[in-house]
T-cell receptor, first 114, second 108 residues
Framework: ETGVTQTPRHLVMGMTNKKSLKCEQHLGHNAMYWYKQSAKKPLELMFV???????ENNSVPSRFSPECPNSSHLFLHLHTLQPEDSALYLC?????????????FGPGTRLTVL | GQNIDQPTEMTATEGAIVQINCTYQTSGFNGLFWYQQHAGEAPTFLSYNVLDGLEEKGRFSSFLSRSKGYSYLLLKELQMKDSASYLCAVNGDYKLSFGAGTTVTVRA
């Protein structure tokens, strides 16, 4: 595997379900990011981890819970979601969050909340 | 925060040139990125500008004017595969903020 991978690619869940999104980067980077992309809207930054420490929580509701066990893996735990949370969730990585490095994106997880 | 504006849609003919403009307001400017995103795929890096002027990469060029808060992405010799969304992203205080994207449709 190369680059940034995300699983699952598609997820349908009910409002009472609990699910997790997984992201893995094979680039040796130290920073990882979660973004939300809704139709016709800008990418919204959700969380930033730099050297495994969370450095940014962009006022994200607590029904989204990130986890970064090491610099290569990032999870987004989901529970009690709302239909308006349906979107494409993109993971990205970069060399260091405190520099203006290019971010490399994964293919995203298309989430539908029923 | 950052305000980033770019047109929603543009249409052009194969072989033509298209210029996508992006205006921004930010504090702590650390550079401007352009990404390409095909439908259902990940955004991929196209260009990076941190100093004023034009950066050329094959058929794609990107221009930056920091004093005007303005950038453009120039796509030359358009091909059908260039049909995609083009995202302008500004690094302000080491936080990357994205515009809503410009959907470019290339017609034969």
């Amino acid at each position: 595997e190369t680059g940034v991978t995300q699983t699952p690619r598609h997820l349908v869940m009910g409002m009472t379900n609990k699910k997790s999104l997984k992201c893995e980067q094979h680039l040796g980077h130290n920073a990882m990011y979660w973004y939300k992309q809704s139709a016709k809207k800008p990418l919204e930054l959700m969380f930033v981890y730099n050297f495994k420490e969370q450095t940014e929580n962009n006022s994200v509701p607590s029904r989204f819970s990130p986890e970064c066990p090491n610099s290569s893996h990032l999870f987004l735990h989901l529970h009690t979601l709302q239909p308006e949370d349906s979107a494409l969730y993109l993971c990205a990585s970069s060399q260091d969050a405190d520099r203006n490095n290019e971010q490399f994106f994964g293919p995203g997880t298309r989430l539908t909340v029923l | 925060g950052q305000n980033i504006d770019q047109p929603t849609e543009m249409t052009a003919t194969e072989g033509a040139i298209v210029q996508i403009n992006c205006t921004y307001q930010t504090s702590g400017f650390n550079g401007l990125f352009w990404y390409q995103q095909h439908a259902g795929e990940a955004p991929t890096f196209l260009s990076y500008n941190v100093l004023d002027g034009l950066e050329e990469k094959g058929r794609f060029s990107s221009f930056l004017s920091r004093s005007k808060g303005y950038s453009y992405l120039l796509l030359k010799e358009l091909q059908m595969k260039d049909s995609a969304s083009y995202l302008c992203a500004v690094n302000g205080d080491y936080k990357l903020s994205f515009g809503a994207g410009t959907t470019v449709t290339v017609r034969a």
